[in-house]
């Protein structure tokens, strides 16, 4: 009954008996003829051919439920046999989101990938919604992120703390009145700024500036206009962005002022006409972990993932990478 259940599953997944036989590389009647044998063999029909594009029947939908268990009962063996296989070869997933896609994954990678260069990792980008779903799913094996699931459904893997900075156009005036305050590109790069010694700057002063937020929802902007509000005054917001790095750039432009994670200001080129301020409070500290679902398997790739990350050792010495949405590493 479940022998040729990736044809149904082809079928099912196209909507269509041509799209389903390109894809599977066998002709339209080949294709047709095993799916009618497979009904017969059933007793009723798999698809109501009648509607387009092509639905499932009643009989349909039991089917394709049963066949996914068999492809996740298939997968599970497929990784346990790898696992006796000295990582020669397997699947990695990682989802995240478009800063630590860009600016933290590909360090992480390209140190793995040196070590074991027949694993293949996939990188998905997403927002936090979507990242979570596709983990629940199965879909991805790790999602790296500052955001806190629900530890009931995940586990966790602590990577680093990030800070969370002020970026000021240097142009303000202001910035002649806090100079003892003042971060360096160099500072950030050898974090200096974290001693006890550098103080945080008072937020108030910022009071009168313009600010470049993120969009409503983002944690980054929670958590600066949560700092904001705790220093007597809401930030007047003359643009809002989707991302991190597009933030600091226009910022970078002398528009305004934006919250900027101190882990992307190590990443890219510094800016001379930015200066930077250190932040005091919790919302000014992020903890950075990869997240896992509990109770999958979890495979002796991913493990490896793990300990190579904890050891620091998957941080090659040279600069950065950026790899575009869905890209994957090859062999």
Known sequence: MFTWKKYVYEVYREKSFSKAAQNLYISQPSL????????EEIGVPLFDRSTSPLQLTEAGRIYIDAAEEIFQIEQRVENAINNLNTLKSGH???GASNLFAAYVLPTLISGFKRKYPRIDIQITEGNTDQ????????YLDFVIDNYHYDSTLYNKESYCQEHILLAVPRHFPINKELESFQLSYENIQSESDLSEKCPAVPLNSFSSLPFIML???NDTRTRG???CRLAGFSPRIILE????????????????????????VQRLPSFENLVYYKLSGPDALRQVFFYYKKHKY??????EF??????????????????????????
């Open 32 to 39: 047709s003829a095993r799916i009618k044998k497979i009904e």
């Open 92 to 94: 990695l997933s990682i």
């Open 131 to 138: 990242l979570e779903a596709m983990l629940s799913s199965g």
């Open 215 to 217: 969009t409503p929802g």
């Open 225 to 227: 206009e949560h700092l």
């Open 241 to 264: 962005l989707q991302q991190q790095s597009t933030a600091y750039m226009a910022a970078s432009t002398q528009l305004g002022a934006t919250f900027i994670s101190d882990m992307l």
């Open 298 to 303: 979890k495979t002796r790739v991913m493990e």
């Open 306 to 331: 793990i300990a190579l990350m904890h050891a620091g050792t998957a941080v090659p010495p040279d600069g950065t990478g950026v790899l575009p949405q869905g890209s994957e590493i090859p062999h």
